[in-house]
């Protein structure tokens, strides 16, 4: 009995040496034959089994049966070792660097103005200010007229307007579309009006074509604490919390009492005296507003006794110079695909 | 508006330093821009008197002169021909420095050693001021040794103050110094000297004034006899220099000082030159012309206003004097004109003229008629003085030289409206400095009536009275409230909305968003090829344009997306672009006339696509390619687009198609016409498209079916199909024959050559059919498949 036995005790161990050396699955296949295949070593034990006596057959014979399934568990888990090897060793020829450029194209880039716009519109959005929009080829009437600039105003010195055929203009502010909503919808008003404006005038910080968005709130007992709200939320919104606001008395003819908004230096803070972006001042002028002059109510078909309100108007392509630190307005016109895209290289 | 520190100091004492007097002009309305010291630089001037003077030993032209300075004496050399024993001049002494930042010391001029220097107007900083060639000669009165740039006035702040149009009681320093009394606490108003006005009849005959138009309310003439036309006192000339006026005359200066001063324009008309005894103010007659100071002669209009003289104009009101009846070098006897005119009729003339004299700048802007008389007393004054004129006889008035009396009243619950708190007596306060005054008798528990000081011909409402409040005690007091009038929700317009969508999905696409000008050249549109009945072809034209570049609207974005493309391959960009802008084209609906409305904007969306210069780098595009992106940026928009095989005048013959969207044009997809390309030499196929976002608006929003649990089942048709018909022809009639169960049909293949008849072409397609309640039997199929193939058969295609 024991010489079976003793037997097993080296097959296992036989079987074991074996399986460390194996490199591949054709190796594998030859000593699954050698150890399990119908003429192999587990076979030859339990023919021996026949010379047992009846006593020892059972115990013998189960301790072969045990030593052929350990042997087949052990095949099989080296045969999955080496088909991952196997399949790796073809990845591993399929190596490639990753360093590679990309193919096709990727993102695009926003225009900065553009950008601006649609970040200014959303926070007024937000603040409930409805957009509204207008034509670009205007007439006297909503452009200046209906706005209490008369013809011979000397206020029409301050815009410089471009005229075209059938006596019409481009429109040198976006308050024509104040005009325009106050008569389609009346009183009260919410509204935002984004959109292109034209003046001849053409240097690095002027630009015959330029982004303006007014606003316009028209309702009952309107204060100036309204208006200050309305800016305030929007100068925390695009330049930071930390932003401050002062108002400079101005005049506009469509507003009464008129004022200019500034914010302190996006770029100093205020603490720098060689600042470039504001010149030393601390400030920088954001917008133009007031309270509507009670003409431009009535011109608008509203009855001035009974509401009131406030507008104001900002120049989007002088944020984005903000914002972006650009210097010269006229970049953002030149189409130039480097400035754009932001230096890339597409 | 440029205002002397100096002057104004013989007005007004103010207790802050020039600083806080700029911040507080420019916190309530009156921006100070600059902050100008003339003598900065100049130090250790004297006023030196010249005791000898020898010519120079070996240098010809050269003088030397013995300076007597106050500190003692020096030599120094000049080539100054004015230069005279006697006379004082600016002398500064080694050490000293001349308004460029010069600094003098001792020159060896061949042997002769020159300390220091006589000066110029120049060398002053003040080149206006010069009458001579040479040194700036001062009067034999001037204090020797004294401090000259004290002396001349040259140690002055100059406030350049920007006024806005609203305010012409500005354009003055009487009113500068009421505007500084009223917003700098403490401020103290001095006594206002004003000449007294000659008395009497004049001494020559004068037949009068005559107004025969309400546009001169009010007008007065002053006589002035025996004046000797020459320079004005050099300190008079500097300060003229310093309010930002060149130095003409004594007479000219004089009426340019009080109109500094008073801010009512002055004219002088040389007696002698009028055509009559006698001045009418009218209304030009049209064809009329008049030849103004300035030697152009003028078209008028009824709107003018013109002085007239024995019926002949000699002024054009309030704008410009006549070159018939100005002062000249051997002038005599000056009737000097202080008027009032209408400030819209003046505004009109000066806009239409483009003539913006002082004179039409101030009377525009609003010129109270309380000034003419001081104005005239002072320019009178100063002839006198200047010129040796003498003042004879009171003026003549005609029409009336005082303001209406106006009133306007501020509710206590108008402030509170505004401003969130109401103290009318802070408000009363704070209007009295500025010369409101309360009409007592008229006060109400909750409001206040002021009458409206002649100046301030900017106020007439109550809104205008809260400004004056408001400024002064300034808007960072008002508290900051969030509107409650916001309570309702918010509306991005479905313009806008789309407007987003497409961004984002262009740039997701690779596009780089542009704004190009919205107008461009009749060039970049002729390069175009629109023949003559296309409109896109016919663009408004600018009337004014800045260049001629800029000189039309565009009517499509394509032009300014083109040059932009140029710009770029110009600067040497060689890799592929992607370039898209949204915005408005500008197009005549009724013809070329442009009457009426006559015209539309419609929104667009346009791009070009290039595939780059360099093929090394270019991307794969193809017309199919930029396909993709248009189908793309539509279904962003919740539409479906089909194409049809078209044309445009710039489309590549074979590769133009019309985008439609719901049954309607919306558009094009094009790769440019090659003879365009070549012609701009662009180097590579570009392929352009363009929608009107009318068709992409509002469409947004998508439907949901349950989810398909059966699997659908695929069978190819492959068919022999002339050339000339478009697969989107051939998918739509094998929906047609397709039946319900029809869930897809895709093109896979497209073959011609070999095996091809001439003219065909072979399209084959892999056809699914699903349903989604059950799995379809290969009966079904068989039976809903053949059905397809015959009604194809029958439609004359021939199966492959």
Redesign the interface.
């Known amino acids: 009995m024991s010489h079976v036995l003793g037997q097993v005790e080296d097959l296992r161990e036989q079987c074991r040496e074996a399986l460390a050396k194996i490199g591949s699955l054709a190796a594998l296949q030859e000593e699954r034959v050698r150890f399990l295949g119908k003429k192999g070593e587990i076979t030859r034990l339990l023919r021996m089994l026949g010379t047992l006596s009846p006593e020892e057959r059972p115990r013998v014979g189960s301790t072969v049966n045990e030593l052929r399934d350990e042997m087949e568990m052990a095949f099989e888990a080296a045969k999955m070792r080496l088909e991952v090897l196997e399949a790796e060793k073809e990845e591993e020829r399929g190596r490639l660097d990753v360093t590679l450029p990309c193919r096709g194209r990727g993102w695009g880039s926003f225009h900065p103005v553009v950008q601006v716009m649609h970040e200014v519109i959303d926070v007024f959005l937000g603040l409930g200010y409805s957009v509204a929009l207008g034509p670009e080829i205007e007439d006297d009437f909503h452009n200046f007229e209906a706005l209490n600039i008369p013809s011979y105003h000397p206020a029409r010195d301050m815009q410089d307007t471009f005229y075209v055929e059938g006596n019409r203009l481009l429109r040198t502010h976006t308050s024509p579309v104040q005009v325009r909503s106050m008569l389609r919808w009346g009183a009260p008003l919410r509204i935002i009006c984004p959109g292109k404006v034209f003046r001849r005038d053409s240097d690095p910080t002027h630009s015959p074509m330029f982004h303006q968005l007014e606003g316009l709130l028209v309702d009952r007992d309107v204060s100036i604490a309204d208006l200050k709200g309305s800016l305030e939320a929007f100068a925390k919104a695009m330049f930071g919390p930390e932003v401050k606001a002062r108002y400079r008395a101005s005049y506009f003819p469509f507003t009464e009492p008129s004022m200019e908004m500034d914010v302190s230096c996006v770029a100093c803070g205020g603490k720098n005296p060689s600042c470039r972006i504001c010149k030393g001042s601390g400030w920088l002028e954001i917008s133009g507003l007031g309270m509507v002059h009670p003409n431009v109510l009535r011109a608008g078909g509203i009855d001035p006794t009974v509401y009131n309100g406030f507008a104001w108007g900002m120049g989007l392509d002088r944020i984005a110079l903000l914002k972006y630190d650009v210097r010269d307005l006229r970049f953002f016109f030149d189409g130039d695909v480097t400035f754009l895209s932001r230096g890339g290289m597409r | 508006m440029l205002v002397s520190l100096n002057w104004l100091k013989e007005l007004i004492r103010i207790p802050a330093g020039v600083d806080e007097i700029a911040r507080r002009l420019?916190?309530?309305?009156c921006?100070v821009e600059e902050i100008r010291r003339p003598g900065e630089k100049l130090r250790d001037v004297f006023i030196g008197k010249v005791l000898s003077l020898e010519p120079h030993p070996t240098r010809e032209g050269l003088q030397v002169a013995r300076v007597d300075y106050g500190g003692g004496q020096k030599t120094c050399t000049t080539a100054a021909p004015n230069v005279a024993v006697g006379k004082l001049f600016p002398y500064a002494p080694p050490g000293g420095v001349l308004a460029d930042g010069t600094v003098l010391g001792v020159r060896d001029f061949d042997g002769v050693l020159s300390e220091g220097m006589l000066l110029s107007a120049e060398e002053l900083g003040i080149p206006d001021v010069e009458v001579e060639f040479g040194l700036l000669a001062l009067p034999e009165d001037a204090p020797r040794g004294e401090d000259c740039i004290a002396w001349l006035g040259l140690d002055d702040v100059i406030l350049d103050v920007s006024i806005?149009?609203?305010?012409g009681d500005l354009l003055s320093l009487v009113g500068i110094a009421r505007e500084l009394y009223g917003i700098l606490p403490g401020t103290e108003l001095l006594p206002l000297e004003v000449p007294a006005l000659p008395e009497g009849p004049w001494p020559i005959p004068f037949e009068g004034i005559t107004l025969e138009d309400e546009g001169c309310p009010a007008y007065s003439l002053g006589l002035i006899r025996n004046v000797r036309i020459g320079p004005s006192p050099v300190r008079s000339r500097v300060r003229v220099s310093l309010c930002g006026m060149r130095p003409i005359s004594n007479v000219v200066d004089a009426t340019n000082l009080a109109m500094l001063f008073w801010g009512q324009p002055l004219h002088a008309f040389d007696l002698d030159r009028l055509p009559a005894r006698h001045i009418a103010v009218r209304a030009a007659e049209k064809g009329e012309t008049i030849t103004t100071l300035d030697g152009k002669e003028r078209a008028l209009e009824e709107e003018d206003l013109l002085i007239t003289s024995g019926g002949v104009a000699v002024g054009l009101a309030g704008v410009m004097g006549g070159a018939n009846s100005e002062i000249s070098d051997d002038t005599a006897t000056v009737v000097l004109e202080s008027a009032s005119f209408d400030?819209?009729?003046i505004?009109?003339t000066s806009?239409r003229m483009g003539l913006?004299s002082e004179a039409a700048f101030r009377y525009?802007?609003g010129v109270d008629r309380t000034k003419a008389l001081p104005a005239l007393a002072m320019a009178m004054a100063y002839m006198r003085d200047f010129a040796g004129g003498e003042l004879c006889g009171a003026p003549l008035v005609a029409g009336d030289p005082r303001e209406p009396h106006r009133t306007a009243s501020l509710r206590a619950s108008t402030l509170r409206?505004?401003?969130?708190s109401a103290d009318m007596d802070k408000a009363s306060a704070t209007l009295e400095r500025f010369g409101f005054s309360e009409v007592r008798e008229r006060r109400e528990e909750a409001a206040r009536t002021f009458a409206v000081p002649a100046a301030r011909l900017d106020v007439s409402?109550e809104?205008?009275l809260?400004?004056e409040v408001?400024?002064v005690e300034?808007?960072?007091t008002?508290?900051?409230?969030?509107?409650?009038?916001?309570?309702?929700?918010?509306?991005?317009?479905t313009?806008?909305t789309a407007l987003?969508r497409l961004?984002e999905s262009?740039?997701?696409?690779?596009?780089?968003?542009?704004?190009?000008?919205?107008?461009v050249a009749p060039e970049d549109l002729r390069i175009l090829r629109f023949p003559e009945e296309d409109r896109r072809g016919n663009p408004?034209?600018?009337?004014?344009?800045?260049a001629a570049d800029?000189s039309v609207?565009r009517t499509s974005l394509l032009p300014?997306?083109l040059?932009?493309?140029l710009?770029?391959l110009r600067?040497g960009?060689r890799?592929?672009?992607?370039?898209?802008e949204?915005?408005?084209v500008?197009l005549r609906t009724d013809g070329a006339?442009?009457?009426g409305d006559?015209?539309e904007?419609p929104f667009y969306l346009g791009g070009i696509v290039f595939p780059g210069r360099d093929r090394r780098f270019a991307?794969d595009e193809d017309f199919f390619s930029v396909k993709a992106d248009v189908v793309a940026l539509c279904e962003a928009c919740a539409v479906r687009p089909e194409f049809v095989q078209a044309e445009e005048p710039f489309g590549h013959k074979g590769r133009t198609a019309r985008i439609r969207i719901n049954g309607k044009d919306a558009g094009y997809l094009l790769a440019l016409k090659p003879l365009i390309g070549s012609a701009l030499d662009l180097g590579a196929p570009l392929y352009a498209f363009e929608i009107d976002l009318e068709s992409l608006v509002g469409q947004v929003s998508y439907q949901f079916t349950e989810p398909m649990r059966y699997p659908a089942i695929y069978r190819d048709v492959s068919l022999l199909v002339p050339k000339a018909t478009p697969a989107a022809v051939v998918e739509a009639e094998m929906r047609r024959f397709a039946g319900d169960f029809l869930w897809d049909v895709r093109l896979f293949d497209v073959y011609e050559g070999e095996g091809i008849p001439e003219g065909h072409r072979s399209l084959a397609f892999s056809v699914a059919y699903r349903s989604a309640e059950r799995t379809l039997s290969d009966e079904e199929i068989e039976g809903i498949h053949g059905a397809l193939r015959s009604g194809l058969a029958a439609r004359g295609y021939t199966l492959r």
Do not use: C, W
């Open positions: 420019t916190m309530t309305g921006e806005t149009p609203n305010r400030r819209v009729r505004g009109r806009r913006h525009a802007r409206t505004y401003l969130m409402i809104e205008d809260v400004e408001a400024r300034g808007y960072d008002v508290p900051v409230r969030i509107p409650p009038h916001l309570y309702a929700s918010a509306s991005l317009t313009l806008m987003r961004r262009a740039m997701g696409r690779g596009f780089v968003e542009m704004i190009t000008y919205s107008f408004i034209a600018v009337v004014n344009p800045i800029q609207m300014g997306l040059k932009a493309l710009r770029n600067g960009f890799g592929p672009i992607r370039m898209f949204q915005g408005k500008f006339d442009f009457s006559g015209h904007e991307d």
